[in-house]
Nanobody
Framework: QVQLVESGGGLVQAGDSLRLSCAAS????????VGWFRQAPGKDREFVSG????????YYSDSVKGRFTISTDNAKIAVYLQMDSLKPEDTAVYYC?????????????????WGQGTQVTVSS
């Protein structure tokens, strides 16, 4: 399995921006679907955004559509999540995860590799 390392979390105010990074330990994500999930205290882990590494098709949850942007850097084998217009309800631990299939999924059970998570806290 690939090792995934997230970075870029922090404490910001409502309306601010953050960019999360997810770096992979192997040379390429290949035929994979990479997703960003988040988990707030007492809540289930939920899908935020995802991208097909080959082709670049992107997906977003309704709660972040228009505010978050997912992208890739093939040279750095990294996936980014640009988060703009942050809201207090975006506060959570954010995880990147890899599904070794190109098909879209928003179910955490379909993702085999996970990073350790990075905390995002948005104050009002």
């Amino acid at each position: 399995q690939v090792q995934l390392v997230e970075s870029g979390g922090g404490l910001v105010q409502a309306g601010d921006s953050l960019r999360l990074s997810c770096a992979a330990s192997r040379r390429t994500f290949g035929a994979s679907f990479v997703g960003w999930f988040r988990q707030a205290p007492g809540k289930d882990r939920e899908f935020v955004s995802g991208i097909r590494w080959s082709g670049g098709t992107t997906y977003y949850s309704d709660s972040v559509k228009g505010r978050f942007t997912i992208s890739t850097d093939n040279a750095k084998i990294a996936v980014y999540l640009q988060m703009d217009s942050l809201k207090p309800e975006d506060t959570a631990v954010y995880y990147c995860a890899e599904r070794r299939a190109i098909g879209y999924s928003k179910s955490p059970a379909d993702f085999a590799s996970w990073g350790q998570g990075t905390q995002v806290t948005v104050s009002s």
